[in-house]
């Protein structure tokens, strides 16, 4: 076996590389490489015959998300999506393909799920952005205003032409519910195109992955941190080829009337999620896994499972914490693949994003 060292060997623009050392040349080596992008940390893990291939798939990975940033981003003021949202009112204008496939699952997404995910309550995702800070949940008239410049029936993406258009001034759409997860397989496919076959790229809790690493069954991800109430279900799990994504209810809240708020708002009343509720998804890519945990989150337990079990390729975790007591679902895929069958999730059935 060969050593691999972590540690701070070299700078890749900020980012630091981890090395092996005294590898047999030519041999795969697992280098690592974290950096700040999309108000997070993402951290790639790859395996590459050279330090030199390993910079240069770094660079390419991190210049695909970084790109993705200044699209999708709703903190830039003018990343395209919020460029879009002030220029497109009334009528179409063109945007890129990437906004346009992240914004086309969106509203399939929204109309699977009636509304309960929908990427137009910027503006109410807004308040409540707020509320965490002063620690208030947001004044009614302030939400129905709000609500009033939001909904998804407002939103019209048009894949064909690629180009989107929303109905009045005012609007804001925020895709933090499923950016991350379409950036974490983007930029593994990124890494597949510079000839790396086994890497993971994890933007927050939004991972994708290909092949396993050298020598193993698959990379390990971590479903639960050794929780008693959890026993059925294994801590870990080696997976291949698949994006894993988990949302969390209570991950950001606001404490206000001995309730706890979640930063996932339910579209259908403008209030953040009471229920404390965590998803974990697996899909073929990133865009489904992502998106759905957040919708499953907001929808519930029964709802959620059958929104999961409707897509022939997804598999999920629902983890409900009530009165002290935790109950852990799993869809019936998800049940076959902690079963140990094969490391691999079911291949894709159908292309991401399509509800
Ligand atoms: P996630 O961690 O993937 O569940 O995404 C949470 C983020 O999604 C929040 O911080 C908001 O930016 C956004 N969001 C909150 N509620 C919704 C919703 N009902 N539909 C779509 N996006 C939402
Ligand atoms: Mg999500």
Known sequence: ????????????????????????PHALQRYESVGPHMGTLVRITLYAAS????????????????DLDRILSDYKPDSELNTVTRTAVQHPVDVSKDLSVVLAASQALAGATDGAFDVTQGPVIRLWRAARKTGRIPDPAALTEAESRSGFRKLHVDSRQQTVMVDQEGMALDVGAIGKGYAAS??????HEAGIRSALVAVSGDLAFGDAPPGQRGWRIDLHDDDPALASVPRVIELTNAAVSTSGASEQHVDAGGRRYSHIIDPASGMGLVNDIAVTVIAPHGLDADGLDTAVSVLGKDRGLALIESRPDVAALI?????????????????????????????????????
């Not at 983007?186 to 890494?191: C, F, I, P, R, S």
Request: glycine share 10%.
């Open 1 to 24: 076996m060969t050593s691999i060292v972590q540690g701070a060997c070299c700078l890749l623009g900020g980012v630091v590389v981890s090395l092996a050392i005294g590898a047999p």
């Open 51 to 66: 330090e030199d291939a390993a910079k240069q798939a770094f660079r390419s990975a991190f210049d695909r998300i970084a």
């Open 186 to 191: 983007e930029a593994l496919a990124v890494l």
């Open 319 to 355: 983890v409900q914490r009530s009165n002290g007591t935790t109950t852990a679902t799993m869809s019936s895929r998800f049940s076959t693949l902690i079963g140990g069958a094969s490391p691999a999730t079911p291949r894709a059935s159908s292309r991401p994003g399509g509800w």
